[in-house]
């Protein structure tokens, strides 16, 4: 009798520690959402871009990032917008920006491609609007969670008047993305021509992580470029994929199209940057309906 009460109890313990088990094993089976980004300069058409472009394809397509931010793409006669041909064959939406207005001879600007989505899509011409430089803006839904990407390209001079631009164009590309970005996360992305500890950057970093930086320790980063060490001779990481650090975790982040292809040929005058950042506990889908 004894014996039988205590394999009910027993029974009915394990009965009654069934859903937490059951809690528990799904709390540990369910991966934390996260998204990947991509930033790449192309160098436009130079170097046979016919055969560049399907090495930047095939990369691509094995790492298929939520969302890719592209500077330098053209169009002009007989090549097509490089940011149409990289989304048809990805099976991506875009989002080209230009100073050059359509039916121009030739279009030159940035880019934004998704996989993901689209819940909005804007745009936006930089100040000092001489200097023709620009920023492309998509909100995407990542499994239900809208998230804000930017594409943007600074000015290249090196000396103070270079520094100067740049300080004026953060400064309006933080106004356009407070306009637009609403409730939900902002990552910005794309080749700013400073390294990351720059002045030009310092409003830009006050707001945003640097997702490389964030998880390389400090003795690895000196030597990283994302300039082509094959065209320049100092190592300088001057692309940068920036992400808002209340909101979004940086995870992993690695340096793409490094090794020249064939024949010693590379992807671009620029190395691209991939990164892995992962949606912050408690952030919930904030802003998914925001238009």
């Known amino acids: 009798m004894r014996k039988m009460m205590m394999m009910r109890g027993l029974l009915a313990a394990v009965l009654a520690s069934a859903p937490l088990v059951a809690l528990a094993q799904s709390a540990v089976a369910a991966p ?6 991509v930033t790449f300069n192309l160098h436009h058409d130079r170097e046979n871009w016919p055969a560049r472009r399907q090495v930047i394809l095939r990369e691509l397509q094995a790492l298929q990032p939520d969302a890719i931010a592209l500077q330098e793409v053209i169009q002009k006669p007989h090549v097509r917008n490089q940011a149409a041909w990289l989304a048809r064959k990805l099976g ?37 609007l ?60 794309g080749d700013f021509n400073a390294l990351v500890d720059a002045g030009d950057l310092s409003e830009l970093r006050n707001h945003y992580g640097d997702s490389y930086g964030s998880v390389h320790v400090n003795n690895e980063l000196a030597q990283v470029s994302t300039l082509n060490r094959h065209y320049y001779d100092a ?3 001057i692309d940068h994929i920036f992400f808002q650090q209340d909101r979004l975790l940086a995870r992993e982040a690695k340096i793409l199209f490094d090794q020249p292809y064939a024949d010693g040929r590379w992807a671009s005058d620029h190395y691209g940057v991939w990164t892995r950042l992962q949606f912050a506990p408690g952030t919930g889908n904030a802003g998914a309906t925001t238009p």
């Not at 934390?32 to 980004?37: H, K």
């Not at 290249?156 to 409730?183: C, H, K, M, P, T």
Request: proline content about 7%; hydrophobic content about 35%; overall charge neutral.
């Open 32 to 37: 934390a959402q996260e998204m990947t980004m």
């Open 92 to 128: 991506y939406e875009y989002q080209f920006v230009s100073t050059d207005p359509p039916g121009r001879f030739k279009r030159y600007g940035n880019a934004l491609l998704t996989r993901r989505p689209v819940l909005s899509r804007n745009d936006h011409l930089l100040a000092p």
């Open 130 to 189: 001489g200097d023709y430089r620009t920023v492309a803006h998509l909100r995407i839904d990542v499994e239900g969670r809208p998230v804000n990407v930017y594409a943007t390209h600074l000015n290249e001079r090196s000396d103070e008047v270079g520094s100067r631009i740049r300080g004026e164009q953060v400064a309006d590309l933080l106004a356009f993305i407070a306009q637009s970005a609403g409730d939900a996360p902002v990552v910005v992305a």
């Open 235 to 237: 190592p300088s990481r």
